[in-house]
Nanobody
Framework: QVQLVESGGGLVQPGGSLRLSCAAS????????MGWYRQAPAKQRELVAT???????NSADSVKGRFTVSRDSAKNMVYLQMNSLKPEDTAVYYC??????????????WGQGTQVTVSS
């Protein structure tokens, strides 16, 4: 059974920083792309940033230059460094990972979400 567990959310003032972490645990063959999505109240879940096994990244235009996604493949972890936070970044942030449970099967997994609130 595969689990993704996020940590690091909280309340921060505009202009501040937070670092989210996500750890994958369980039995699996390989972790492929990892990343972060977010969902604000009354809005659809949206991509924030992703990172492949070889370190290639992709991020939403709204966070470019402010957020940085990284991973530690040896520890099965992905991180999101968020700087210059704005009130519109307020959302529940979800960790996501494409994980191969064996050589032939890949499934998409989600964490339980962590709340990020940007407010003065």
């Amino acid at each position: 059974q595969v689990q993704l567990v996020e940590s690091g959310g909280g309340l921060v003032q505009p202009g501040g920083s937070l670092r989210l972490s996500c750890a994958a645990s369980g039995t699996f063959f390989r972790i492929y792309t990892m990343g972060w999505y977010r969902q604000a109240p009354a809005k659809q879940r949206e991509l924030v940033a992703t990172i492949t096994r070889d370190g290639s990244t992709n991020s939403a235009d709204s966070v470019k230059g402010r957020f940085t996604v990284s991973r530690d493949s040896a520890k099965n972890m992905v991180y999101l460094q968020m700087n210059s936070l704005k009130p519109e970044d307020t959302a529940v942030y979800y960790c996501n990972a494409l994980i191969g449970t064996n050589l032939f099967a890949r499934d998409n997994y989600w964490g339980q979400g962590t709340q990020v609130t940007v407010s003065s």
